[in-house]
């Protein structure tokens, strides 16, 4: 079946009604509010300029029994925002459920020796028991500290992510980190990021910032001299490589990146953030809290970035130069039309084999929008996206991505997806790892698009060749070829099956 997925917002809209005749009268109506087709928004006839809108609740409590893929406010202080931060060692303060899920389960890549300067991929908790539950952890913890320090002397700071019994039984983490502190003469930081806290992970990220805010900012005297081309690069959680394509760039066009946070950062980068002349910041969704607390009371300026793909990666490097003047500008220009003849190569030699496919993308951050050119200057088509954790501004900003008649969703459900799936059939899916098995089991090629599959990075002009050959090789691997779906096989005959 041949379809105009530009002008398809009926086909789109017969979908969505399809799917949601198959709820209760009231969970029809309330999930109907989170799905919806971009319509054509202000400037919708200036073609390429084109500005959608995306018109779909968010940041709404998940309906109960319909298997959102949403995390918890621990997971997104701990999984996201704290870390990565490769120099302090973060404990999972509560049972150890939580921590062995978080172990190491992000590719945030850094720099130095784990277990002795860095401690990002280790697992560290308090292993709560009933009896810890009934009397309290704060003794526990401030055991765990004093042995934490005691094997491992080189690190610069402790957090303590809370899970949900802490906020339930009243364990004063606030108070055993001041005594610590005080003990250790370390940064020790308590982020109250209980899971039950919020509808999301989102909670987590602003909570973590709010306590990068309260705990870390001007709580010491750091001994930094700047410069004019200063900047802090704000929510690049270094991904399989993505934050250090990116600050390859950035120093190229003659920027200094002081603080890369939070991939591959150390305490000392987030303490002199202040200092910096811009914020460049790339995950809007987990680290806007902390870029507007830095323009209020420090005055720094923030603005938002977008790496994938060349289109992007030329308007963003120009945005950011713009801001710094004539000297920065020039470079960067030059910077551009150095990689033009490498970005030609790559698309003469992915687009042929892209061209005209039609993508579904289905992730949280920043990625539903900020992916989307990349596979636009491949020549693909995105049909359908939407976030796991989106706020009403994260779609307002998708508006500018998609084009009119795409198929948007928020906090989709599994039945959801897969029905979108199969209505649609795209030629690759981008999502997370719980997507990933039963999509290809319906035939469909699928990517990875949190972590990238054990790829990347994506970033960057580098990260843009890794990004199209991974799309090609999901699409055009030749396994797709080994077997029919499920719809195109006929019926055995009963003879047959008997002398089986």
Known sequence: MSLDYENNSDFHAKLIEDVLSQYPDKAAKRRSKHLGVATGGEGSSEGANAVS??????????VPGVMTIRGCAYAGSKGVVWGPIKDMVHISHGPVGCGQYSWSQRRNYYVGLTGVDTFV???????????????????????VIDEIEELFPLNNGVTLQSECPI????DDIEAVSRKKAKEHN??????????????SQSLGHHIANDAIRDWVFDKKHVEFESSPFDVNVIGDYNIGGDAWASRILLEEVGLRVVGN???DATLAEVERAPKAKLNLIHCYRSMNYISRHM?????????????????????SLRSIAKHFGPEIEDRTEKVIAKYQPFVQAVTEKYQPRLDGKRVMLYVGGLRPRHVITA???LGMEIVGTGYEFGHGDDYQRTGHYVKKGTLIYDDVTGYELEKFIEGIRPDLVGSGIKEKYPVQKMGIPFRQMHSWDYSGPYHGYDGFAIFARDMDLAINNPVW????????????????????
Not at 134 to 139: E, I, P, R, S
Not at 167 to 170: K, S, T, W
């Open 53 to 62: 809108e995306c018109d779909v609740k968010s940041n709404i409590k998940s």
């Open 121 to 143: 991929t280790m697992q560290f908790t308090s292993d709560f028991q009933e009896k810890d539950i009934v009397f309290g952890g704060d003794k526990k913890l401030e055991k």
């Open 167 to 170: 906020g339930l039984i009243g």
């Open 186 to 199: 370390k940064t020790i930081v308590p982020v109250r990021c209980e899971g039950f806290r919020g509808v």
């Open 261 to 263: 946070w939070s991939g």
């Open 295 to 315: 323009e209020e009371k420090y005055g720094i300026p923030w603005m938002e970035y977008n790496f994938f793909g060349p289109s992007q990666i030329e308007a």
């Open 375 to 377: 596979y636009e200057d």
């Open 481 to 500: 070829g080994l077997y029919d779906a499920p719809w195109k096989k006929t019926a055995a005959p009963a003879t047959a099956v008997a002398a089986e």
